[in-house]
């Protein structure tokens, strides 16, 4: 029996989650400031360019490089405000991918957030230790 020439679309979305995948994780931005760009466009999608590089702390070139890679690998969609008097506005929406991408970045910048916290638990008990023995003297 011969295979059918168009895949069923099953086969077609695991490859198009796979190949976002792959092209979302090599966006030349750290994990932190892709946690907070896709945090932030999720929350206030009609924020524009020079406002998200306000929030974020980086220059506007860096925020629009950064944008313009995420809507490349289509993690995120920018749409024209039609009604907008300011007709250079825009709306960026996270999309299926970009939303799938935010999660697994979460993850990670959490994970790295705890590992900080255990380190800065254990600095901290190391300096109350040194402060009492210095104390007892």
């Known amino acids: 029996m011969r295979r ?4 069923d679309v099953s086969q077609c979305e695991r490859v198009r989650q796979v190949v976002s995948f792959c092209l979302l994780s090599y966006i030349p931005m750290d994990d932190s400031t892709r946690y ?3 945090k932030l466009l999720h929350q206030q999608p009609e ?3 020079r406002q998200l590089a306000r ?3 980086i220059s506007l070139g860096k925020t629009n490089y950064c944008l313009q890679a995420l809507i490349k690998v289509g993690a995120v969609k920018a749409r024209n405000f039609r009604t907008s008097q300011n007709k250079a506005a825009y709306l960026y929406k ?3 991918a970009g939303l799938e991408e935010k999660t697994r970045v979460t ?3 959490l994970q790295r957030k705890l590992t900080e916290y255990d380190e800065l638990q254990q600095q901290i008990a190391e300096l109350q230790a040194d402060v009492a023995a210095q104390k007892s003297r």
């Open 36 to 38: 907070h760009l896709l």
């Open 55 to 57: 929030r974020l702390g």
């Open 47 to 49: 924020l524009s360019q």
């Open 107 to 109: 993850k990670r910048f």
């Open 94 to 96: 996270l999309t299926p």
């Open 4 to 7: 059918p020439l168009i895949p």
